[in-house]
């Protein structure tokens, strides 16, 4: 059967993986390995929900990063990212309501639910303005805080963010198979971690999410990835993520905006990211060659010299004095 024009393309092959690239699943430095992150994870009640989340490095001149993870997610997506930021600024990475450490809540999850916790957790931590860095719904919801808070953002990324087609998918076969992937990806926390170890069983489990499984290591596959899964928040999440349209309010975002896609995302297209670009004046993209739905743990190194070369353009009358179209290093090709 031919695959619909606009369709995600299909995962890639085990054997693929050879064809990755140098930068593909290396560690960035300072090594997560490395960090004490025990003694950065704090925990802060909001709405009556508690939020779990890490905070490291000091607040100086340089904005704070705040970063958020994605359906199925936790802080540790940003595992490979979070050291090297904080080297030079703060860096905060939660949990939102219902995933990782943090319970479900009490009020019902919707993304304008999720946009109000990250602004009050900003807000809280002194944090605003702050640049925020959102995955997948992660994205979804960092475009909700630079539309209805626009004081807490000072400048935008959206990495493979959810918000555009998703709405376009025939919604009760989609929640039907959640239901289904729930059920069959029941697993405990050290049958996860045995899934990582094992090349095969890693590509099984990752492939829709990462395009060459077998490229990562196995305790940035758990840690970073496979540690998330089963947790109270997803199905609810993903029913907001399914319903919710912001795509008339898009224009409303005045800060700058990076978005940043893999160019084999199976599960977000990446043509989504041409209507980001439409919608939100003076974005500009980078798409990743040979990358999947997670760039920033895919190729960490590329991925973190991206962010702070955005980090460091100047601002002009609320755009980025760049062109939309950035240069790109290896790994990476601009749209």
Not at 95 to 106: A, E
Not at 217 to 230: C, I, M
Not at 282 to 306: A, I
Request: with cysteine.
């Amino acid at each position: 059967m031919k695959r619909l024009a606009h369709a995600p393309p299909p995962p890639a092959r085990r054997r693929d993986a050879a064809r990755a690239g140098d930068d593909y699943g290396i560690s960035d430095s300072p090594d997560w390995r490395t960090v004490d992150w025990a003694e950065h994870l704090r925990t802060m009640e909001i709405g009556g929900t508690p939020v779990n989340y890490v905070d490291i490095g000091e607040q100086g001149d340089s904005r704070p990063i705040v970063f958020i993870h994605g359906l199925s997610g936790q802080w540790q997506n940003w595992l490979e990212n979070i050291p090297r930021l904080a080297e030079n600024r703060r860096v905060v990475a939660m949990d939102l309501p219902g995933f990782g450490l943090s319970p479900m809540p009490s009020e019902t999850i919707t993304i304008d639910y999720y946009g109000r916790v990250v602004a009050e957790l900003c807000r809280r931590l002194d944090l605003a303005p702050a640049v925020l860095v959102g995955n997948s719904m992660g994205g979804y919801v960092a475009a909700e805080v630079a539309i209805t808070a626009p004081e807490i953002v000072e400048r935008l990324m959206l990495v493979s963010s959810a918000g555009i087609s998703q709405r376009e998918h025939p919604r009760d076969r989609v929640l039907r198979v959640a239901k289904i992937l729930m059920l069959a990806t029941r697993s405990s926390t050290r049958q996860r971690r045995g899934y990582a170890a094992r090349p095969a069983l890693r590509h099984w489990m990752l492939n829709m999410v990462v395009r060459h499984p077998t490229r990562l290591q196995p305790d940035t596959a758990f840690e970073g990835l496979l540690k998330g899964a089963n947790k109270p928040g997803f199905y609810d999440a993903l029913v907001t993520c399914l319903d919710y349209d912001f795509l008339d309010r898009l224009p409303e975002i005045g800060c700058p905006t990076r978005v940043v896609w893999g160019e084999n995302d199976a599960i977000i297209p990446v043509r989504d990211a041409d209507t980001f670009l439409e919608l939100i004046h003076g974005s500009h993209k980078l798409v990743m060659e040979n990358t999947g739905h997670v760039p920033m743990v895919e190729r960490p190194v590329t991925f973190n010299d991206q962010l702070e070369e955005f980090l460091g353009l100047d601002v002009s009358e609320g755009e980025l004095e760049a062109p939309r179209s950035q240069p790109a290093k290896a790994g990476d090709k601009v749209a």
